[in-house]
Every structure is written in C-alpha cells, then in structure tokens.
C-alpha cells in the first residue's frame, strides 16, 4: 500500500513564523502535491513538483515556497505564517505512467496561526 | 472559471438505498481524467474511482459506479446500498495535460453525504 505521512497532524504557530511541513512518501513516486483545504472550496493546489529538485507553481503560490531535495520528501514552507494561511494541509504523490495517474493523500495537518 | 462544479453541498440518504451525488466539469482538451474521492471526518482523502476520458465503460468498483456523460461533461458518483461508514465529504477532481507535459488535477468544493440509520 502507498503510505504518504506528513510530519504534523495538529501545528500551532504564531504570526510571523516559520513553518516547515513535511511531507514523506515511500513508494517512490515522482509526483509530490502539496493542497491547502478550506469550507466551500475544496482543496486548492499550492505548489508540485514532478522530479527531484523540480518544482512548479499552483494556483496560490503566494506566501509559500516548497522544497524537493530528495524524492520521497516535499516540504512545504511558510516564510511568515499569516492568519489567512490557518487552514488544513493536504500532502499527495503519484506515479506518472500509471493509467490513472491516481494521486494518494497524506493524513493532513491541520495549521492554526494565531 | 470553476472547472470542476459540485452543485449539492451537503445530502441525505437512507441507509440501504442509493444516492448520487453530482459533479459537472469544464475543459477543451480532449484527454482528461475524472477521480471521486472520499474524505472521512478523520481527514484523510481515498480514492474511490476513476474515469478516463477515452473509456468507453462507466467505472464501476464495488458500490461505487461513475455514470459518465461525456456529451453533457458529468461524472456523478453512484453509490448503491448506503451503509453508515459513507457519510462523509466526497469530492470530485479532473485531471488535465499542462503545456509543460505534466498533469494537474483540480477538485470540487465537495458534498458532504449524511446517511441516516
């Protein structure tokens, strides 16, 4: 079975904070996601990244960076955490060349910043 | 534009009977992939189904079935015989080509099903 772990279910964090999220996959997929998930608007893709050292912009990039320096680990940044980034976080990773293409999710964590 | 339109925010179903839950898309390529995911209220999402583009059978796993209307650009999810563990969110995402090569999936705002005893 794919198992995508995420390094936090629960993070607490400050305005102004740097915030690390992690993301691990052991199947050895070469595409990683990272989504933010709010009420009424699904989950919205952030940054992905296809290969090693590769990464892409999503639809809201902004106030995020991402870091992909081995294949198995996508991590996820918040340069200075800010309210409006409370939300919950969705990690996932798939494998190109499969039919489906079907991505596989991590448990979430679920970010407050105060 | 919202590309993927779950129109049903929240439903009801009887426990033992069928629900179907909607899910309407929008995009001009022509090779496009169509999944249906489950999210508990332990937050996971699963994978439930999945329909290409080019399948020329509706996707059917277990209980779960898309009925897949290309024309009308629908993929609702079916599920047959409810049974409690269902109620959950349940959301609809397109996969579509990007110019760089690569893929990008796109999800619906969700419907979250309640299934009565």
């Known amino acids: 079975d794919v198992k995508v772990t995420q390094s936090s279910r629960y993070l607490v964090k400050r305005t102004g904070e740097k915030v690390f999220l992690e993301c691990v996959q052991d199947m050895d997929h070469e595409n990683m996601f990272w989504y933010r998930q709010d009420p009424g608007l699904g989950l919205r893709l952030i940054y992905f990244s296809y290969d090693v050292k590769m990464k892409e912009k999503g639809d809201i990039p902004e106030g995020y960076s991402v870091s992909r320096e081995k294949k198995e680990r996508f991590s996820l940044i918040l340069e200075s955490a800010s309210t409006n980034q409370t939300s919950m976080y969705l990690c996932?990773?798939?494998?190109?060349?499969?039919?489906?293409?079907?991505?596989?999710f991590g448990p979430g964590t679920r970010l407050t910043v105060l | 534009a919202q590309k993927i339109t779950q129109t049903q925010p929240g439903m009801f179903v009887q426990e033992k009977e069928a629900v179907t839950l909607d899910c309407t898309y929008d995009t001009s390529d022509p090779s496009y992939g169509l999944f249906w995911y489950k999210q508990p209220s332990s937050g996971e999402m699963i994978f439930l189904i999945y329909?290409?583009?080019?399948?020329?059978q509706n996707a059917t796993e277990g209980r779960y079935s898309l009925n897949f209307q290309k024309a009308r650009k629908s993929a609702n999810l079916v599920i047959s015989a409810s049974q409690l563990g269902d109620s959950a969110m349940y959301f609809c995402a397109m996969r579509e080509p990007l110019n760089t090569g690569g893929f990008k999936t796109i999800f619906g705002a969700g419907t979250r099903l309640f299934v009565k005893a």
């Open positions: 996932a990773s798939s494998q190109t060349g499969l039919s489906t293409d079907t991505q596989y």
């Open positions: 329909q290409g583009s080019y399948d020329q």
